[in-house]
């Protein structure tokens, strides 16, 4: 039997503009951080594991977002 999608909200939260530094919220459950060094954008799930690497800030969105979907459901 298929299951519905269930929609969620997610947060992009800048926390700071020098390094550009952003975090990823599921509504109160935190899912990870992107940060930018030189051209690219490191993005972290919580688990802290090695940082995937993008060169646009929507892609280290996707990122995080693909890796949470895998590791929560």
């Known amino acids: 039997m298929a299951r519905k999608d269930k929609s969620i909200e997610i947060d992009l939260k800048e926390i700071s503009s020098d390094p550009e530094k952003y975090e ?11 940060v930018k060094e030189g051209d690219r954008y490191l993005s972290t799930i919580e688990s802290g594991d090695t940082p995937f690497k993008t060169v646009k800030l929507d892609d280290a969105i996707n990122e995080l977002l693909m890796q949470y979907n895998l590791h929560n459901h």
């Open 24 to 34: 990823l919220w599921d509504q109160k459950k935190y899912i990870g951080s992107i």
